[in-house]
């Protein structure tokens, strides 16, 4: 059982002194880390404008001093000090955690100090260039920056090394750059998902469009003030477990969850009067990645032997398992029949507005209806992995070298009108509506799918676990679900990657068949086609 | 003219490295200290509770590194080569900024680590006795708290060592504290101008309360709600000059001001619905500590020569003259007859409530009110200064081994008894009110009448170089009020010593002249009493 063997493990060994200052090294650059991410919250949130400056300036010295320790020698030396000692590796827990800071390690000492800055300069600047052109709609303004940022990247994917090709797998360039995002995953594999993905849902929507019958979606479409959403989405999370007393919600204008530190998990969102489902969803969907943050094993107190903060096993594994939490809460469970069943008195309640004109069933319906759209950010279940399988073609392709920057809005245009059946009208609203590639976040966005595929495949195996889980929800009852995860996922931390994660929640390999099932039953059901 | 020698030093002086890696290294803790400011502030506003532990971890780590390097050899290294430069030295700004240097890392580094560490561990422990022993009215479990604490500051005192008795005043082991607070301020000096002051103040009140007609104060007695308050407040510091693009004003228990970082000066205040005046008059107050720090010549461009971000010249001189700014805009500006003749309609604006039955002269004379309280933070202007000066008395004489910790209450008792003319009713509302002593602050309080008497003498000079000050504040030009302070003291940095700022400021030495014929003139006409 990890959660005792990891106590145990931490009482025992704290008898090898290379592991106890190990540890407080870690922790050590943790505080540093966790100092950041609230200087980054604040910038968001709550500074004044006229401190980005010397924002810029607090957040760069913080940054050097956590990277120099992540780097350094005497870090090394301890690693390969534990990594010896057969007493430390004998226990699973700190042998994953060994195995884990070695991956760090590695990854971090793996690039060169003039690469670190000219990627640090170059993704500064190609930023600035991303937001000029997005505006002016001026792609050939990006180009140079976008092909200075991939050739960085290709150089940073080449410090890393093509990981091996493991069980016939063959691998890579780009899996280096994937890696980091999702250890162990494979472009391969991947597509081998994507592949049919793409087809299935490309024609699932098309055939809802045509021949079933669009929701009324008035509901949505109601003004309410920005204060009444606020208190709804708080009610709803903290029903949801979300722990008020070791977190906040806040406004901002591009919103994000910031597990920042010990009993300090801070969720965003923003407002739109004019249509109250953004925040919400927003609101629910930041959450879900909130839930893993309080989920982690470091929130007990910091000199507990179980408290893992600092260490490989206090984080979170992939963005990939990270997304699969945000779109569960968002999605599975949000957009759920049960869910409004639940939800929609205390809605009436306080929302308010004229929400109390419809009922459950319309409020269900509403928020499911699927709408062919150019923005990703924008986009409903059924429509979202298209996007995201688009941009994984196209950055692969590029990559490879398979694709000049020059060709991309053509490639982007081409593939969208394939896949969604209409036109680009501009590239601010095709292939420049990201600001992913400026800041050389390359092998990032299939997370996002897999995030869609990984929580409709633990969804199943929730489900076998609490069969009941609708009547709960419809009772409001949401602690089985998130004590679910809790066990599942969150208290592991990173001790079994991804891949083997997945199969002992799930007992197999990740698979399309239950996302394609639950979005053919739940949005079957809505438009009337079965 | 100080300003263009600045900048001209600045540049010409680029050409010593020792001094260019010197404000380097100074650079790189003032981020340290500003992102420190962060935390802290964060804590006070926004952060949720259970992130109180990670967060003492974050600051004690930060604390350490800032320390580390204000402390490290390297910099004395680099002072003494500037010292020993004389093309630097000829440059009155360069000389003055090697002289605040020099003076502050001989502070840091006099101090021992085993004391530094005794220090931090004994007053954090005696802020919770302190706690405890003023909720239950329990000296005794205090007492023997204050007797380490005093121990220990005995034992910094005499590594800082007691200063040179300059000019035929004598100095002694209290100067040594005071000396970190108000630089170069000697007890026996102090003593000299609060020993006249604290009788004729005694008197004065005692007069006004006798002879004079108390003012009806209904008007600060309204219902208004926290919204309407911290509306107004803003748009008076705005109209005050508080630049809002860079900085804030937000709620917490217990107000401060953090000029946090250039282009991010952050003010606090607390809202009682029951008495808006508590609110208004703090904030205010705030907004003057906040005027001095947005008018350092840290504001501009990081990168400009000018900006002293780091360098003495770039931070405030002394406590004193930083009260003398916050008195000044709450008490010499807010609770004159001129500021409400201009902010009466926009309060009746924003306030409402029922503050429109009464006019800009009732609220003028009901907030200056005085009345005998036992609780400092909440006396007017007719008794603040009492309360300080029978502070000063009694630590100082506690310092110098006069008055034993035991002996403290009956002490206090009798003095308040003297001064405010009546009997203290119990140590929670006598000697056990503030948390000073508690965090080791010994030395801090006199500060605070010294401010005071600073602002009083500053307003007399202001009146000469404007003599129709009070029109224009009638009028709500408070433009030229901030310029002159900004020309006169801000900008300046600790480039003059407090006694010889004042002197350049008022050309005399600090007098409680001004002080007590500003009170006779306002309260004596308040109240009727000539």
Known sequence: ??????????????????????????????????????????????????????????????????????????????????????????????????REMRRDYDLATKLPGDLVRALAETTSRAQDAWKHAREKNDFASFAPWLDKVLTLTRRKAECYGVPAATGGVPSELYDALLDEYEPSARAAEIETLFRPLEARLSAFVKDLRTRGTRPDDACVKLNIAREKQHAF??????????????GRLDEVTHPFCEGLAPGDTRLTTRYRESRWTDAFFGTLHEYGHGSYEQGLPIHMELDDPRNRFGEPLGHAVSLGIHESQSRMWENIVGRSRAFWQWAKPHADRMLGSGIERFSAEDVFRAVNVIEPGFIRVEADEGYYNLHIMLRFALERAMIRGD????????????????????????????????????FGLIGYFPTYTLGNLYAASFWNALKRDLPDVDAKMERG????????????????GRMYPPRELCRRITGADLSTEPLMAYLGAKLGGVYGVS
Chains 1, 2 share one sequence.
Not at 233 to 246: D, L, P, S, T
């Open 1 to 98: 059982m990890p959660a005792a063997s990891i106590a145990d493990a931490a009482t025992a060994q704290g008898a090898s002194p290379a592991y106890r200052e190990l540890k407080e090294l870690l922790r050590e650059i943790a505080h540093m880390r966790s100092t950041l991410g609230l200087l980054q919250w604040d910038q968001e949130t709550y500074m004044p404008a006229a401190g980005s400056a010397a924002r810029a300036g607090q957040k760069s010295l913080l940054a050097g001093l956590a990277h120099e320790r992540a780097t350094s020698p005497r870090l090394g030396e301890l690693i390969a000090a534990c990594e010896g000692d057969a007493a430390l590796r004998s226990d699973e827990a700190t042998a994953a955690n060994l």
């Open 233 to 246: 989405g708080q009610f709803v999370i903290e029903k949801c477990g979300f722990r008020m007393n070791a």
């Open 403 to 438: 694709l000049a920057v020059r060709d991309l809005p053509g490639a982007w245009n081409e593939r969208f009108k394939a896949l969604f059946g209409v036109d680009v009208p501009d590239d601010t609203r095709g292939c420049l509506q990201d600001v992913h590639w400026s």
């Open 477 to 492: 009852e949401f602690a089985p679900v998130l004590s679910w995860f809790n066990d599942k996922i969150h208290r592991h």
